[in-house]
């Protein structure tokens, strides 16, 4: 038995989170159709006997009726091939949402409880479903629930978090621990809902999350795709596709050791390398740091610079010139006095003059919070 498995497609997705423009966005919204696509003529090439889509499959607050058309006719070109949906926290089945309201083709099938229900994809292997009913799931699915003993391969297929060790994350969507996949009897989970894809372990693979197919912001650097999933019966084994085309990339530039442009603009370009694959690429570029007073820098010059490599630009500055010290010092705080004792330090040791700017630069990244590499 075959099955393709993905997640958190996120259709219609709005991209405000990562301040893209309206043409930007849409550009996206429509890649994200065609990886649909992609994904679906990946499932009829490989002859799998099942799809299945682990939640948030779209954002359902801004979903057009032209996007659920295009849902319903992509899916039904599959047919006969069966695909399997556990709706999300984004795309929450209830009586008016869209999984109720739309008659969808045949060989689609929606979980609709929020409690495991099962459907016999062959003899030997069972799918359980688990449905979010709201957009704020709280409860671990997996507690209170024992799969009877039926002699039969059990699979999970459910939207949720598995939490690790941190059992009182309250805010996580319905959250648990990888251990209780097999403490309720499953053999194994597809899984949605982290966008990095990962694979949970104890003491074998237990279960999966696919990734998003295309990374949806920025931080989701890891990877992106589906799984193409074999069932043997007595072994289930994963095989990983990439799908993403477009890419996120953060980059921090520490402006207290900049000296020029012409550096800059390469250094930063090179970050994203070369990839043949890739359809789109969007920076957040993070200036930080103290700058000397002689040094000047066009924003909007960097910025134009850099478009002509990535599709979206997002400078976030927190740099300060350099007299900022000065005014720091007469600050009635933990970080005036700090500013103030490493000024005296550096009036008193003039050999160690770097080192102090350094201890001064990484002591106000700590201050404001901000995360600090040291190089
Ligand atoms: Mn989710």
Redesign the pocket.
Known sequence: MKILHFA?LHLNIPFTGSYFPAQVARACRTRLRKTLHELLNLAAAEEVDAVTIG??LFEADRLTRDTVEFLLSSFEQLSPIPIFIAP???DYYSPVSIYARYSWPENVYIFRQRRFQPIELNEEIVLWGFAHNAPDERDNPFHGFKVPSNGKINIALL?GSETGNFIENRAA?APFQAHEILLSGFDFALL??YHNASTLKVNKKIAIYPGSPQPLSFGEGGEHGAALVEVLRDDIRVRPVITATQFFYTYTVDMSTFNGMSGLVPEIRSIAGDSPDREAAFLRLHLTGVIPEDTHLDKELLREQLQNYFDFVLIRDTTRPEAWYEELQNEPTVRGAFVKRLKKMMAEETDDRELILAAMRYGLQAFEDERIDLT
Do not use: A, W
Request: no cysteine.
């Open positions: 958190d939640g948030d999300g926290n984004h939207h969507h949605g809902h």
